[in-house]
């Protein structure tokens, strides 16, 4: 494929449960990936069952009517393939990559795996304890502590964009297999499944082989469209500031002590831009240049001016729903007042002032120039081209992203930088060493707002 | 067979740097990394972390390029770029467009001799340096990983941390790291491996004119020629005449430890220390390893997760070193079962291992997964220049070219006699990572 573009080698095939398959053959490496979405993901599980998404996913290969676990794993482990589900807080995810030559099998044991889980009480006992085990070191992480209190504080805690994915501790043990059964058939659907292929395949060998693997999905009856995340309720507090950029005081600061720890994590929340939102390229592009990589301005700032932390980040969370835009960092106890103080700064002054001279375009430069290492795998490309069908992107973006970047201009990205950038909206936790920092938010500038503990 | 992707054309410049270039058009990127023959086994004793220092000031600019320049360039055409520091060796890594990879060559030809290296910025990296090390101690994990070698390897270099101990990294000095570099950082010592859709000639022509003109370490004449069959498995060689060699302890006689921390998953670790990669068990332990700890067929697997002793097992060959290495298997036990039950499991597959031949089926399947393993990981243009690389630093790149022969034909008597001499107990070090409860007021 080399320097080719991609889109116009893209094919669409409607399979006969109803499913659109995106195909695109790369022959480089004789292996093929095939990426499935389920619309859903945690939006769809309630919240008082709390952990039943990810469970149903994690079982899914655990037992079929034909097949027991071990059974499964002989077929998948001796061809050195791998099937694997995994939740997002829309989408619940389906993955499956091998060599060229056992497309067949595997595609057929995704197909089992996925309509006809059995769910066995056996396995559904070790699901249970590989969950518990991953909320025992969720809980001592830093950075998932402090943004856990953080979107618990932004979203609500019983928010899709709050919950774990991994689900509650207390209420994991509870969820049996008719709770399981439950989930499943309220989640799996035809016309809530998205499928795009890439590899070393012809296009008849892979969409033959996927209707034959999803024929049970086509005896199914459609679920509609899948539930999105409610929309966050927006807790504004008394203006601490006359705008974006001037003088803005600190956020209100939350603080989780976790002993044994020599640094602490901070966490920014902000609010976020949907995928389908016609501003999220702009807002994309303020978030990489406040805290996208090693030159943006908050690592100019606090990695390489002041030598604070080992690396500064930011990113967006949402999809269909706008979901948050959060800013990272590590530092030490010490030097929290420190680093709170210097982010606000940054971020007010990029919010008041957006980028300067030449700063937008050596971003749009570095974007357009990372774009096709972005698509390097079968499996990124895949996911590229189910995200832009799921967020009514046409396929020729896949190519066009660098115009689509060139199309923004200094006014765009900075209004955006002001959506996101809301001090009144706006939610820091922190987490790590030490006990809770009320220091921190006393000694921010023109802060109201008493630290809380945790 | 070796798939298409792994074919290496290599060749040397006159002042010693060698090449090995993996041409393919598959995207249109080019993968270019510069291994360095040094890393923490070099570093002097008392001033551990020196290596890694240096990698980190290796960003810090030149004459030519200021620092922030090196960043700034590459930042502007989207590249990634990255840098580790390993017991063996240091390496540099950028992946870019295709069109853009002479701009790669023309940075790392500048960092091979033209770092600053100045006072002022060396205090500002050890800082950063300090921070990365904090919040590795931060992580059970690593703090487990980093007590796992000092007990194993307590006379050789591999007992260090690869950063550093704290202490020792805020005591170096300019002075000291310049000596440093001024040691190991000459073309003879290095190499270039190079992926992706470029044409041969013409990216030997780029390399020639961005590093072709530095000489070779004063004292050494470089080796002239381009001969593809005179750069065959140089590693181990040379670099152990010139510093760097260790004594290997691999004295008989179990070790264990015991780590006690907040927080994490409790952890058993059996770590074998096994010959390194030019033996002729590593094969038979490769395939041990995947026996043992991948995936739910394996037999750890079944003895420990499946009648719920364990919530994960894994095991790994990590031996890719020049000297002998780990062979690790890791239990994670569920909560309340005693690691004694644990151990007493793992014990009887092991002997199981030396006592019965692995049945043929097994044994195919095994190999065919370490097989497809191999292809699917040969998708990413890093991913084969990381192999190249690691593979030259420690036994000679051509171990790859009958890698998958030689691991196919392994009988199951070869991996019953490598149980017999590689998996046995005063070989081993038994870590014990043990959660132990918040305080009261620990938040948690």
Known sequence: MGREPYAPHVSVVRLEPGIDLYLLRRRAVPRFDLIGLLEGGLCAE????????????????????????????RLLESLGAQLAYRLTRETAIVEVHGLSEDLEPVVALMGETLCRPTFPAAELVQAQREAQAALREEAHDGFERAYQRAAARFFGERHPYARSLTGAAAIIPQLGREALARHHARTIAADRLTLAAVGDFDATRMSDALNAALVPLATRAALGPAPLAPQRRCKRSPPRRQRAGTSAGAPPLEHVALADKEQVDLVWLGPGVARDDPGFDAA????????????????????????????????????????????????????????????????????????????????????????????????????????????????????????????????????AARRMVDFDQITVATAGAGPAPAQAAAASQGSSRPARSP | MLPAAYDVHCARLENGLELFLLPAADVPLVAVSVWYRVGSRHDPPGHSGMAHLLEHMLYKGSARYPRGEYDRRLHAEGAVHNASTWFDRTQFAILLGADRYRLALELEADRMRGALLSASDVRDEIGVVLHELQAGRDEPGARFFEELHTVAWPRHPYGRPVAGWAGEVAALDAAAL????????????????????????????????????????????????????????????????????????????ERRFELRRVGGQEEITFAYRVPGRADRDAYALDLLAQLLGHGRTSRLYRALVAPGHAVHVAAENMSLLRDPYFFCLDVEPVPGVPATCLEALVEAEIARLGREPVAAA???????????????????????????????????????????????????????????????????????????PAPVDGGQ
């Not at chain 1, 996913?57 to 027991?68: C, Y």
């Open chain 2, 362 to 436: 097994e044994l195919a399947s095994v190999c065919k997964r370490v097989r497809a393993d191999f292809i699917l990981r040969s998708e990413r243009l890093a991913a084969r220049t990381a192999l190249v690389g690691e593979l030259e630093a420690s036994v000679g790149w051509t171990y790859l070219s009958t890698y998958l022969e030689r691991l196919a034909a392994v009988t199951p008597h070869e991996l019953l006699a490598a149980a017999r001499r590689c998996l046995q107990p005063d070989r081993r070090v038994i870590g014990h990572y043990r959660p132990r």
């Open chain 1, 46 to 73: 309630p919240a008082e069952e709390s952990g039943v998404a990810d469970l149903v996913l994690s079982m899914l290969d655990r037992g079929t009517p034909a097949r027991d676990e071990q059974a499964i794993a």
């Open chain 2, 178 to 253: 310049r000596r440093f570099y001024d040691d190991h950082y000459w073309p003879d010592n290095a190499y270039l491996v190079i992926a992706g859709d470029f044409e041969i000639g013409r990216m030997q022509a780029d390399i020639d004119a961005t590093f072709g003109s530095i000489r070779a370490r004063p004292g050494t004449a470089g080796t002239a020629g381009t001969d593809p069959a005179t750069c065959a498995a140089t590693a181990a060689g040379p670099q152990d005449a010139r510093d760097g060699h260790a004594q290997v302890d691999l004295a008989p006689g």
């Open chain 1, 284 to 415: 994309a592009l303020a978030s990489f240049l406040i805290g996208g990589s090693f030159v943006s301005r908050l690592n100019a700032r606090l990695r390489d001016r002041e030598g604070l932390t080992y690396g500064a980040h930011c990113g967006l969370s949402g999809g269909r729903a706008p979901g948050c835009w959060y800013a990272t960092l590590g530092v030490e106890p010490a030097a929290v007042e420190r680093a709170v103080r210097l982010v606000t700064e940054e971020l007010s002054r990029f919010a008041g002032e957006g980028p300067v001279e030449g700063e937008l375009e050596a971003a749009r430069q570095h974007l357009a120039g990372a774009h096709p290492l972005r698509l390097e795998t079968n499996r990124s490309l895949a996911a590229a081209m189910l995200a832009l069908v799921r967020h009514g992107r046409p396929l020729t973006d896949l190519d066009r992203y660098p115009e689509r970047l060139a199309a923004l201009d200094g006014e765009a990205v900075t209004a």
